[in-house]
């Protein structure tokens, strides 16, 4: 899969793994404030992982949009058709931004690791269906079992963020063959049920104020209002 961003002839491009079951959804957006644009896919439309950010370098009044497949290098003469659906064109000021991303500037620390393997950086990434990332280690934040304990994961932004509901989600009853994350999905192997949600006004950390019976009874993702 390629995103690219040519301007005045300069060609730059990502090449990431087409998944078809993780990157279903495509998205495209300007963010105006630094007038920069993202590559975003999805997993479910709803959740967007920032695969490739550019700043846009000009005034950016219009966009135009074209879409296109192909094939080559397959050695497969016909190799089937490409159906786009779903096409839609959004004011991007009602998109919910996820500002842990790392390309939104957000960051994650880790109290202890298990090992090199499970980053801290996996639980931020908006990944939350496949087990392993494209770099070969775990999509996933592990603490190592003999730290001290409670362990705690903190998420750093890029300065002050307003922020309306926290996700947490853990790992899949069966990571072999993943399916996308929902509130109703149980498990019985690998999800955690003790912890709790915490965040920062500026000048205390503070419980959400959700319950967390509601966290503890459910399964692979968990919502949190503020």
């Not at 957000?106 to 980053?119: D, E, F, K, V």
Request: one cysteine or more.
């Amino acid at each position: 899969m390629v995103f690219r961003a040519m301007v005045n002839g300069a060609n730059d491009q990502t090449v990431i793994s087409y998944d078809q079951e993780a990157f279903p959804y495509w998205r495209i957006r300007r963010d105006a404030t630094t007038n920069t644009v993202h590559f975003e896919t999805s997993s479910n439309g709803i959740y967007w992982i920032t695969r490739k950010k550019m700043n846009a370098a000009f005034s950016l009044a219009a966009v135009k949009f074209a879409l296109y497949a192909g094939a080559w290098g397959t050695g497969n003469a016909s190799p089937g058709a490409a159906k786009y659906d779903n096409f839609q064109l959004l004011d991007s000021s009602s998109a919910r931004v996820n500002v842990a991303l790392a390309a939104n500037g957000g960051s994650a620390t880790l109290s202890s690791h298990y090992a090199a393997n499970y980053p801290a950086a996996a639980a931020i990434n908006g990944d939350r269906y496949r087990l392993n990332s494209p770099d070969g280690t775990y999509n996933m934040a592990h603490s190592a079992q003999s730290a001290p304990k409670p362990d705690w994961l903190q998420v750093d932004f890029n300065g002050l963020k307003t922020i309306d509901v926290i996700d947490v989600v853990t790992t899949q009853h069966n990571v072999s063959t993943p399916a996308i994350a929902t509130e109703v999905m149980t498990f019985t192997t690998y999800g955690i049920t003790a912890f709790e949600v915490q965040y920062w006004n500026g000048s205390g950390c503070f419980m959400s104020g959700n319950n967390l019976s509601r966290c503890q009874s459910r399964g692979q993702r968990c919502r949190k209002p503020l």
